[in-house]
């Protein structure tokens, strides 16, 4: 008896913390929303008020009137930073290892998308990228032009690298739907891809930016290396840019393949125009007809 008593005790603790999840799972993105929301106050002003990326900015003073002790604006860039990481790591965790709540929702097994990806062409293209975005991150380390922690810098280039393999697995991975699942369900998946979306979106508009400075002002006192940052910072640009597009059509084209940029092949191009000849071809013989013979 006592022990039947302790199965049903834990069993009842163990339902209520799953209820748990979903309200702990969006207060964390609450409080991710509030970090990215302290980042990108830092961004526009080291951007646009001193001409500065968020690596390398060292005039920045808004925090000073906003009560943030103990925390300055590199700290809520990593606090930020690691909130991705985490959303990430959570995201992927779900979607990789086999369970009844996804099942429905992936097509194939994880195994099966990997030797998928391996013969789609974005996939190679965006791993090229990635691996030049390193170097970017690893030319800012070694040449100190970062004027923060170099922990949060390292933790930029996991939560890159993170969320490469999350649009991996999301790419093969269906949006949940009704009846089958909740609006609980459904509404944290969009929630998540929202966060996301913000998250690339910010760090896109403030290298756009930059780019567009370093177009019309390249140092003299360092041509050399101020060319091999900027084309480094368009690599960048061009990821993130790849990022936020991905979830942009996750949102609205769920069911897709968004990643992959349709071509069909020369057979079917050939079959469509054959197609399209036979369909016009009855309507050109009835408009003749109707000419020769009159109204």
Known sequence: MAVSAVLKNSIRWLWTSIGLIPPLYLGFQLFRFVALIMFTIFMVDCTVYHSETSVDCKNFTRYTKVNTPGCDAYCWKGLWIICSIITSGIALCFLTVPNKLTEQLRPASSIKVMQTLLVKPYFWYMNMIFILVMLYDALIETQNLAKGSSAVEGCVIMSKFLTLCLIFQL??????????????????YHVTLVMFLLDNLCKFVELSIWVSYKLYAINPDNHRQAVQVLLFQVIDLSLYHSFLSFFWSKIF????????????????????????????????????????TGP
């Open 171 to 188: 790419n093969f991975t269906y949006p949940p739907y009704r009846p089958e699942y909740s609006w609980v369900t459904i509404s944290l």
């Open 253 to 292: 084209r769920g069911k897709k393949d968004v990643l992959m940029v349709y071509t069909p092949d020369l057979a079917q191009s050939v079959l469509g125009i054959q197609h399209q000849q036979h369909t016009y071809q009855p309507m050109l013989q009835s408009s003749q007809d109707f000419t020769e």
